[in-house]
């Protein structure tokens, strides 16, 4: 249960605080962000430094989350010896899920 609650804080973090471009509609939050910093003179490379934490912490909390779910599912556990890559599959097949809803609706 640990993991899931520091996986979802990642998720949020790196959705809400960093200037990460993860989604289309996440352009206009993520400039802000960049324009904010830049406005308050904080260095280039630390900007650069908060966007790639952005990054790593999505993908953190998405293995996080992720592990906590599949491993309370003894069939799929069982059926994959290596729980990442299926971890990384669904993380996938998510965001194309997610992308599709945004551009249909």
Known sequence: MILAI???ILILY???LS???LEPSDLIVSTAWIAATMAADVPSF???IWIVSGYIAFIAGTVLLGHSIIRRIPAITSAVKNPIALVLLVAF???V???WFYYVA
Do not use: K
């Open 97 to 99: 899920i997610c992308l």
């Open 19 to 21: 200037p990460a471009f």
């Open 46 to 48: 630390l900007i650069a």
């Open 6 to 8: 520091i996986g979802t």
């Open 14 to 16: 790196s959705i809400l």
């Open 93 to 95: 097949l998510t965001s």
